[in-house]
């Protein structure tokens, strides 16, 4: 319920930005690519946000920790990556719209920043 209330929160602060650009944050579980009801939330409102600005390009960066086997990590921040474009796509969002990027496995963000993705609204 916290993490839930977090997320919404996130979400309320993200609606206030003006233009374009806005950035979401999509959390997921160690090793996992599963979206759970929160992050469906958070890319559900993303998605929302992205009809409001149809010629806008929707970013998705995955991220993953770095665990020893960086081939395994990195495919899991691709694979992150790939499931939020989907429920994006599911979600109304056109494919051609959407520019995955995984990124490099890395440390650097701690334990739950690099078990996310992030979603980024950018002009077109």
């Keep these: 319920m916290r993490r839930l209330s ?16 806005r950035k979401y944050i999509v959390f997921f579980t160690r090793d996992s690519t599963a979206l ?39 495919l899991l921040a691709i694979d992150r990556a790939k499931r939020v474009s989907a429920q994006l796509a599911a979600d109304g969002v056109a494919g051609g719209r959407i520019r995955q990027k995984p990124r490099a496995p890395s440390n650097e ?16």
């Design 6 to 21: 977090l997320v919404l929160g996130l979400c309320l602060l993200a609606g206030c930005a003006t233009g374009p650009s």
């Design 109 to 124: 963000d701690g334990a739950v920043g690099s078990r996310r993705v992030e979603i980024e609204i950018t002009a077109g």
């Design 36 to 74: 759970d009801d929160p992050a469906r939330l958070v890319v559900a409102h993303a998605a929302e946000q992205a009809a409001h600005y149809p010629n806008s390009v929707i970013n998705v960066e995955g991220y993953a920790a770095a665990h020893g086997d960086l081939s395994a990590d990195a």
